[in-house]
Nanobody
């Protein structure tokens, strides 16, 4: 099972970016997909999670109303649409897959991880 994150880059405050996480592997089967981020000098934190089949999402308070997570089962890809970006959103963003049922916000609850993509918000 492999998760490949992409879409990071540099953007000005107030701008937007869309991250993608493509899942591959014949044995891949996940209940939920999440995004986490780690800013320089800080611990990794939960950003958003969606049920792989859709219908259920959950966001960190810091991104609620600005970020949207969505899964495209046909493409085996989960997206994180980020809008109204702030300096504090600068971080390496990683996607993760959880096999067990239930929506989880703790990194330890996820089984597979992508390599991360850097998002830099600067003026």
């Amino acid at each position: 099972v492999q998760l490949q994150a992409s879409g990071g880059g540099s953007v000005q405050p107030g701008g937007s970016l869309r991250l993608s996480c493509a899942a591959s592997g014949r044995s891949f089967k996940a209940y939920a997909m999440g995004w986490f981020r780690q800013a320089p000098g800080k611990e990794r934190e939960f950003v958003a999670v969606t049920k792989w089949s859709g219908g259920m999402t959950y966001y960190a308070e810091s991104v609620k109303g600005r970020f949207t997570i969505a899964a495209d089962n046909a493409k085996n890809t989960v997206y994180l649409q980020m809008s109204s970006l702030e300096f504090e959103d600068t971080a390496v963003y990683s996607c993760a897959a959880r096999r067990a049922s239930g929506i989880a916000t703790m990194a330890e609850s996820y089984d597979y991880w992508g390599q991360g993509t850097l998002v830099t918000v600067s003026s």
